[in-house]
Nanobody, 117 residues
């Protein structure tokens, strides 16, 4: 069972920046597809960004050019750098890890991001 722990959320003003961290307990972390998702109350979970084990990234349309996902497999860590934050970015952000070899997916507990106008 992989445990993912997010940190780095908080409150920031419009146009500000935050960096979210995701720490994994699993030593096989390097082979996982990693992602950040977000979900506001009453809404579906939305893709923010993903990164493959080889470093290939994808981004949701609403965050392209503002957010960057990156990882350090030697530290079992992934990050989401969020710049030019907007009030509509306010929600809970979740780290996700997918092990393609087993088909298992894992979620962190979420971290709240609040952007004030």
């Amino acid at each position: 069972q992989v445990q993912l722990v997010e940190s780095g959320g908080g409150e920031v003003q419009f146009g500000g920046s935050l960096r979210l961290s995701c720490a994994a307990s699993e030593s096989r972390f390097a082979i996982y597809l990693l992602g950040w998702y977000r979900q506001a109350p009453g809404n579906q979970r939305e893709l923010v960004a993903t990164i493959t084990s080889g470093g290939r990234t994808t981004y949701g349309d609403s965050v392209k050019g503002r957010f960057t996902i990156f990882r350090d497999n030697s530290k079992n860590m992934a990050w989401l750098q969020m710049n030019s934050l907007k009030p509509e970015d306010t929600t809970v952000y979740y780290c996700y890890a997918y092990d393609a070899s087993s088909g298992d997916g894992y979620w962190g507990q979420g971290t709240q991001v609040t952007v004030s106008s």
